[in-house]
C-alpha cells in the first residue's frame, strides 16, 4: 500500500500544488509568512525532496528579509501562480491527449479493419486476375509456337522454292518426260495449297498479333496493381500490430492515470485553499487557455496537412513506379510490333517470289502439256515401259555338248559350289524342262532352306540361259498381275518383268535362239489358280502352233502385229513352293500340267561345303542345241509298251476310285520317260527311275484326300502296283501318305534318297 508522504510535513506548510507530468512529481511548498519554496522533483510514487524549514526559522528569515525581499517575494508569487497554471495545462493537455489517443486507437482500430476487409478482398480479386494470367500466358506460348511454326514453314518454302528453281534450270537443259512433268504438276498444287495456307496463317497471326499487344497490355497492368496492393496489405498487417502494441502501452498508461486520478483526488482538498489566490490569476488563465486552444487548434491544423501530405507523398510513389512499368511494357510492345512487321515484310517478299515462280512454272507446265497431249495418244508413248532393257549382255560363244556330258558337267558345278542335289533330282529336273511343250511347268516343293530356288538359279547360270524372278505376292488375284495392265488415267501400259521379257524377246535379235529360264518364287502365296492358269493354259498349247498374248492397250490405235505377243517356245518356266500353313494346295488342273519335285527333310543335317568363286561362264547352250537333247516317243517300241502296261493298270485301279485320267497325262508320262536321261532300254534303271517319277508326280497325288476306310482293296492294288516298280523311296512315301492319322490319303511327294 503506497504510504500517506503528506501526512509527515509540518502543519505549518502549505501545498501549493502537485502536477503529475509523465512519470514524475513536480511539487511546491508555501510558508505561513507567505513565502514560496523552491519547486521541487519526486518521483512518481509521490515522494518530496526538499528541505524543511521550521516554521521559527522562517520567521525570523521573513523579519530579517522583509523590507529587502517584498519584492522578491511578489515576483515568486507570480513565478508560483505562472508555474501552477502551466502545469494544470500540462496535466489537463496530458489527459486530453490520452483521451483523443484512446479515441484516435478505437476509431484507427475500426478504419483498419474495414480496410483489411476490402484489402482481403483485392487481394482475392488479384489472386483471381492471376489465375487468369497464367491462362493468358500459357496462350501466348502457345501463340509463340504458333509463329515459329510458319517461319519453319517459310524456310521450307524457301528449300522447296530452291529445289525448284534446281528442278527449272535442269528442265531447260534436258527436256523431261512425262512423269517428271506429273511431278512437277503435283508440287505445283501442293506449292499453292501451302501458299494459300501460308496467306491465311499471315492473317491470323496479324489478327493474334492485336491480340497478344492488348492480353500484355493487361497482364502488366494486373501485376503492377497486384504488386502495389500487396505491398499495402503488408504495411497495414505491420500497422495492425503496431497498433495493438500501442493498444497495450495504452491500457498501462489507464492503470497509471488512475493511480494518479487517486493522488489527485488527494490533493483537491488542498487545491480548493488555493482557489481564492487561483481566481485572481482567473484573467491570465483564460487568456492562457484560449492561447492554448490556437495552439492546439493550430497543432490538429498542422496534423491533418502533414497526414495529407504524406498521403500525396505515398501516391505520387506509385505512379511513379507505374509510370515505369507503363513505359517498359510500352517498349517491349512497341519492340514486338517492329519484330512482327519486320516478319511480315519478309513473308510478303517471300510470296512475291512464290508467285512470280509460279507464273514462270504455269508457263513451263502449259508447255509440257502440250507436249504430253501430243505424244500421248501414241503407241510409242503406251509401250514405252515395255522397252526398258531386261537383259544381262552376254558375248559368249555357243556351246553344243551332248547331253550326258552337260549334265555330268554340271554335277561337277554343283559340287564346287558346295550344294549336294541327288543326281535324280538334277534328272528330275532337267527332264521336266525338256518336256515343257506338255508340261508347262516344273514346281519345286517342300520345306523351306532345302535348296529349292538355289537349284533353277545354278541351271540357268550353267546353262547360260538368261533368268527371270518373280516375286508372288499373296494379293495376286487376276492374270493381270502377271501379265500387266493398262492405266486409263496415264494412258500407259504398265508391264510386269515378264511380259517385258517376251516383248523385249521378240523385238531382239541379239536374243534369238538363247533360252530364257522364269522362276516363279513362292508360287503358292497366292491361288496359283487366280493368276497363273490363263497363261498356263497358253504355255500348253505352244506345241501345236504360235500361242499369243494380247496386251490390253484401250482404244489407242496400235496394229495388231503391236497388240500381240508369242510366247516363245525358248522360255522354261518354274515354280517353287514352301509347304506350311501360310501357302496354297494346287488344284488337279495344275498338277496334271506340271511336274512336281519334293524336297524333304535331309536325313542328316550337315554344314556347307566351301564354295570356289567362279565368273560369268564363257559359254551358253542355245536353245536349238537344248532341243536335241529331245526324243520323240515311239508308240511301238518296247518303253512305250511298258510304260503303257503299268499306266492302264493304274488308271483300272484309279477308275474304280474315281479319278481316272485320259490322254494328256498318258502322253506327258510317256514323254517323260522316254526323254530322262540314260533311258537305253525298258530294263535300264533309269527306265525304272523316270516311271517312278511320274507316278510320284502325275498319279498318286489325284488320290489326296481319299477316305482310306473306304477304299482299301483299290489300294491295296495300288501297293501292289507300286512293289513292282521295285523303288524303295517311293514304297515308303505310299505307305506313310496311306497311314495318315486323318483317315485320308495324303500325298507329301516323293522324297529322292541321299547319294553316299
Same mark, same amino acid.
Given at each position: 500500500?503506497?504510504?500517506?508522504?503528506?501526512?509527515?510535513?509540518?502543519?505549518?506548510?502549505?501545498?501549493?500544488?502537485?502536477?503529475?507530468?509523465?512519470?514524475?512529481?513536480?511539487?511546491?511548498?508555501?510558508?505561513?509568512?507567505?513565502?514560496?519554496?523552491?519547486?521541487?522533483?519526486?518521483?512518481?510514487?509521490?515522494?518530496?525532496?526538499?528541505?524543511?524549514?521550521?516554521?521559527?526559522?522562517?520567521?525570523?528569515?521573513?523579519?530579517?528579509?522583509?523590507?529587502?525581499?517584498?519584492?522578491?517575494?511578489?515576483?515568486?508569487?507570480?513565478?508560483?501562480?505562472?508555474?501552477?497554471?502551466?502545469?494544470?495545462?500540462?496535466?489537463?493537455?496530458?489527459?486530453?491527449?490520452?483521451?483523443?489517443?484512446? =479515441?484516435?486507437?478505437?476509431?484507427?482500430?475500426?478504419?483498419?479493419?474495414?480496410?483489411?476487409?476490402?484489402?482481403?478482398?483485392?487481394?482475392?480479386?488479384?489472386?483471381?486476375?492471376?489465375?487468369?494470367?497464367?491462362?493468358?500466358?500459357?496462350?501466348?506460348?502457345?501463340?509463340?509456337?504458333?509463329?515459329?511454326?510458319?517461319?519453319?514453314?517459310?524456310?521450307?518454302?524457301?528449300?522447296?522454292?530452291?529445289?525448284?528453281?534446281?528442278?527449272?534450270?535442269?528442265?531447260?537443259?534436258?527436256?523431261?518426260?512425262?512423269?517428271?512433268?506429273?511431278?512437277?504438276?503435283?508440287?505445283?498444287?501442293?506449292?499453292?495449297?501451302?501458299?494459300?495456307?501460308?496467306?491465311?496463317?499471315?492473317?491470323?497471326?496479324?489478327?493474334? $498479333?492485336?491480340?497478344?499487344?492488348?492480353?500484355?497490355?493487361?497482364?502488366?497492368?494486373?501485376?503492377?496493381?497486384?504488386?502495389?496492393? $500487396?505491398?499495402?496489405?503488408?504495411?497495414?498487417?505491420?500497422?495492425?500490430?503496431?497498433?495493438?502494441?500501442?493498444?497495450?502501452? +495504452?491500457?498501462?498508461? /489507464?492503470?497509471?492515470?488512475?493511480?494518479?486520478?487517486?493522488?489527485?483526488?488527494?490533493?483537491?482538498?488542498?487545491?480548493?485553499?488555493?482557489?481564492?489566490?487561483?481566481?485572481?490569476?482567473?484573467?491570465?488563465?483564460?487568456?492562457?487557455?484560449?492561447?492554448?486552444?490556437?495552439?492546439?487548434?493550430?497543432?490538429?491544423?498542422?496534423?491533418?496537412?502533414?497526414?495529407?501530405?504524406?498521403?500525396?507523398?505515398?501516391?505520387?510513389?506509385?505512379?511513379?513506379?507505374?509510370?515505369?512499368?507503363?513505359?517498359?511494357?510500352?517498349?517491349?510492345?512497341?519492340?514486338?510490333?517492329?519484330?512482327?512487321?519486320?516478319?511480315?515484310?519478309?513473308?510478303?517478299?517471300?510470296?512475291?517470289?512464290?508467285?512470280?515462280?509460279?507464273?514462270?512454272?504455269?508457263?513451263?507446265?502449259?508447255?509440257?502439256?502440250?507436249?504430253?497431249?501430243?505424244?500421248?495418244?501414241?503407241?510409242?508413248?503406251?509401250?514405252?515401259?515395255?522397252?526398258?532393257?531386261?537383259?544381262?549382255?552376254?558375248?559368249?560363244?555357243?556351246?553344243?555338248?551332248?547331253?550326258?556330258?552337260?549334265?555330268?558337267?554340271?554335277?561337277?558345278?554343283?559340287?564346287?559350289?558346295?550344294?549336294?542335289?541327288?543326281?535324280?533330282?538334277?534328272?528330275?529336273?532337267?527332264?521336266?524342262?525338256?518336256?515343257?511343250?506338255?508340261?508347262?511347268?516344273?514346281?519345286?516343293?517342300?520345306?523351306?532352306?532345302?535348296?529349292?530356288?538355289?537349284?533353277?538359279?545354278?541351271?540357268?547360270?550353267?546353262?547360260?540361259?538368261?533368268? =527371270?524372278?518373280?516375286?508372288?505376292?499373296?494379293?495376286?488375284?487376276?492374270?493381270?498381275?502377271?501379265?500387266?495392265?493398262?492405266?486409263?488415267?496415264?494412258?500407259?501400259?504398265?508391264?510386269?518383268?515378264?511380259?517385258?521379257?517376251?516383248?523385249?524377246?521378240?523385238?531382239?535379235?541379239?536374243?534369238? $535362239?538363247?533360252?530364257?529360264?522364269?522362276? =516363279?518364287?513362292?508360287?503358292?502365296?497366292?491361288?496359283?489358280?487366280?493368276?497363273?492358269?490363263?497363261?498356263?493354259?497358253?504355255?500348253?498349247?505352244?506345241?501345236?502352233?504360235?500361242?499369243? +498374248?494380247?496386251?490390253?492397250?484401250?482404244?489407242?490405235?496400235?496394229?495388231?502385229?503391236?497388240?500381240?505377243?508369242?510366247?516363245?517356245?525358248?522360255?522354261?518356266?518354274?515354280?517353287?513352293?514352301?509347304?506350311?500353313?501360310?501357302?496354297?494346295?494346287?488344284?488337279?488342273?495344275?498338277?496334271?500340267?506340271?511336274?512336281?519335285?519334293?524336297?524333304?527333310?535331309?536325313?542328316?543335317?550337315?554344314?556347307?561345303?566351301?564354295?570356289?568363286?567362279?565368273?560369268?561362264?564363257?559359254?551358253?547352250?542355245?536353245?536349238?542345241?537344248?532341243?536335241?537333247?529331245?526324243?520323240?516317243?515311239?508308240?511301238?517300241?518296247?518303253?512305250?509298251?511298258?510304260?503303257?502296261?503299268?499306266?492302264?493298270?493304274?488308271?483300272?485301279?484309279?477308275?474304280?476310285?474315281?479319278?481316272?485320267?485320259?490322254?494328256?497325262?498318258?502322253?506327258?508320262?510317256?514323254?517323260?520317260?522316254?526323254?530322262?536321261?540314260?533311258?537305253?532300254?525298258?530294263?535300264?534303271?533309269?527306265?525304272?527311275?523316270?516311271?517312278?517319277?511320274?507316278?510320284?508326280?502325275?498319279?498318286?497325288?489325284?488320290?489326296?484326300?481319299?477316305?482310306?476306310?473306304?477304299?482299301?482293296?483299290?489300294?491295296?492294288?495300288?501297293?501292289?502296283?507300286?512293289?513292282?516298280?521295285?523303288?524303295?523311296?517311293? /514304297?515308303?512315301?505310299?505307305?506313310?501318305?496311306?497311314?495318315?492319322?486323318?483317315?485320308?490319303?495324303?500325298?507329301?511327294? =516323293?522324297?529322292?534318297?541321299?547319294?553316299?
Amino acid at each position: 500500500m503506497r504510504k500517506n508522504i503528506w501526512a509527515n510535513l509540518p502543519k505549518d506548510i502549505l501545498l501549493v500544488g502537485v502536477l503529475s507530468v509523465g512519470m514524475g512529481t513536480v511539487a511546491s511548498v508555501v510558508f505561513p509568512g507567505g513565502g514560496l519554496g523552491t519547486p521541487l522533483m519526486g518521483s512518481t510514487a509521490g515522494a518530496l525532496i526538499g528541505t524543511a524549514v521550521s516554521s521559527k526559522q522562517k520567521e525570523q528569515e521573513h523579519k530579517r528579509s522583509l523590507q529587502d525581499s517584498q519584492t522578491q517575494k511578489d515576483k515568486d508569487y507570480q513565478l508560483s501562480l505562472q508555474d501552477l497554471s502551466k502545469r494544470k495545462d500540462q496535466e489537463y493537455q496530458f489527459r486530453l491527449q490520452a483521451l483523443e489517443k484512446q =479515441l484516435d486507437t478505437q476509431r484507427n482500430w475500426q478504419e483498419y479493419q474495414t480496410k483489411l476487409i476490402r484489402l482481403k478482398d483485392q487481394v482475392e480479386s488479384l489472386e483471381q486476375k492471376q489465375t487468369n494470367l497464367g491462362e493468358v500466358e500459357g496462350k501466348l506460348t502457345q501463340k509463340q509456337s504458333e509463329l515459329q511454326e510458319v517461319q519453319e514453314r517459310l524456310t521450307r518454302l524457301n528449300q522447296e522454292k530452291q529445289d525448284l528453281e534446281n528442278r527449272v534450270n535442269s528442265l531447260h537443259k534436258n527436256p523431261p518426260n512425262l512423269s517428271e512433268l506429273e511431278q512437277l504438276n503435283t508440287q505445283l498444287g501442293q506449292l499453292r495449297l501451302e501458299k494459300s495456307q501460308l496467306e491465311g496463317e499471315i492473317t491470323a497471326l496479324q489478327s493474334r $498479333n492485336q491480340n497478344l499487344q492488348e492480353l500484355e497490355r493487361s497482364l502488366r497492368e494486373t501485376q503492377s496493381n497486384y504488386i502495389v496492393k $500487396n505491398v499495402e496489405l503488408q504495411q497495414l498487417i505491420a500497422d495492425i500490430a503496431k497498433k495493438q502494441e500501442e493498444t497495450k502501452t +495504452l491500457e498501462q498508461r /489507464t492503470v497509471e492515470l488512475e493511480l494518479i486520478r487517486a493522488t489527485y483526488d488527494s490533493l483537491s482538498l488542498e487545491t480548493q485553499q488555493s482557489q481564492t489566490r487561483i481566481n485572481q490569476l482567473r484573467p491570465e488563465i483564460d487568456r492562457l487557455e484560449a492561447e492554448k486552444q490556437r495552439i492546439l487548434q493550430a497543432i490538429q491544423n498542422h496534423t491533418l496537412d502533414y497526414q495529407q501530405i504524406e498521403r500525396d507523398k505515398q501516391r505520387i510513389r506509385n505512379l511513379s513506379f507505374e509510370l515505369r512499368e507503363k513505359e517498359s511494357q510500352k517498349r517491349e510492345l512497341e519492340q514486338i510490333v517492329q519484330e512482327l512487321e519486320g516478319q511480315q515484310s519478309v513473308v510478303l517478299g517471300k510470296i512475291e517470289g512464290l508467285r512470280a515462280e509460279k507464273e514462270g512454272l504455269q508457263e513451263e507446265i502449259n508447255q509440257m502439256r502440250n507436249l504430253r497431249e501430243s505424244t500421248e495418244n501414241t503407241a510409242d508413248f503406251a509401250l514405252r515401259s515395255l522397252r526398258d532393257y531386261l537383259w544381262t549382255p552376254n558375248s559368249n560363244p555357243e556351246w553344243n555338248p551332248p547331253e550326258n556330258v552337260f549334265l555330268d558337267a554340271f554335277m561337277q558345278h554343283l559340287e564346287a559350289k558346295g550344294l549336294a542335289f541327288p543326281r535324280r533330282v538334277v534328272y528330275a529336273f532337267h527332264t521336266s524342262l525338256k518336256v515343257q511343250d506338255i508340261s508347262a511347268l516344273v514346281i519345286l516343293a517342300g520345306i523351306s532352306g532345302t535348296g529349292k530356288s538355289e537349284l533353277p538359279q545354278r541351271y540357268a547360270d550353267f546353262i547360260g540361259a538368261q533368268r =527371270l524372278t518373280l516375286a508372288v505376292q499373296p494379293r495376286w488375284d487376276s492374270p493381270q498381275d502377271l501379265q500387266g495392265f493398262y492405266n486409263y488415267v496415264e494412258k500407259k501400259f504398265k508391264p510386269t518383268d515378264l511380259i517385258r521379257g517376251i516383248y523385249q524377246y521378240n523385238h531382239d535379235p541379239v536374243m534369238k $535362239n538363247r533360252i530364257v529360264l522364269v522362276l =516363279l518364287d513362292e508360287m503358292n502365296l497366292a491361288r496359283v489358280e487366280y493368276y497363273f492358269s490363263d497363261f498356263l493354259s497358253k504355255l500348253e498349247s505352244r506345241r501345236s502352233s504360235p500361242t499369243f +498374248l494380247e496386251l490390253d492397250v484401250g482404244s489407242l490405235p496400235i496394229p495388231e502385229a503391236q497388240r500381240k505377243l508369242q510366247i516363245p517356245t525358248q522360255f522354261l518356266f518354274v515354280g517353287t513352293m514352301n509347304e506350311d500353313e501360310t501357302t496354297q494346295t494346287l488344284s488337279d488342273k495344275v498338277l496334271d500340267r506340271a511336274n512336281v519335285l519334293t524336297f524333304g527333310k535331309p536325313k542328316t543335317l550337315q554344314l556347307s561345303k566351301t564354295r570356289t568363286t567362279e565368273g560369268q561362264r564363257p559359254v551358253y547352250v542355245s536353245y536349238s542345241s537344248f532341243e536335241q537333247w529331245f526324243k520323240t516317243p515311239d508308240q511301238n517300241s518296247e518303253g512305250v509298251q511298258k510304260v503303257k502296261y503299268y499306266l492302264d493298270q493304274a488308271n483300272n485301279i484309279m477308275e474304280s476310285i474315281g479319278h481316272p485320267f485320259a490322254h494328256r497325262v498318258y502322253q506327258a508320262i510317256t514323254q517323260y520317260v522316254i526323254n530322262y536321261p540314260g533311258v537305253s532300254d525298258s530294263n535300264s534303271e533309269e527306265f525304272r527311275f523316270a516311271l517312278v517319277d511320274q507316278f510320284a508326280q502325275k498319279l498318286l497325288p489325284k488320290l489326296r484326300g481319299l477316305m482310306i476306310d473306304d477304299y482299301q482293296e483299290e489300294l491295296n492294288k495300288f501297293a501292289s502296283l507300286i512293289e513292282q516298280l521295285g523303288d524303295t523311296s517311293l /514304297t515308303e512315301a505310299f505307305i506313310k501318305a496311306r497311314g495318315s492319322r486323318s483317315g485320308q490319303f495324303e500325298w507329301k511327294g =516323293l522324297i529322292y534318297p541321299e547319294e553316299e
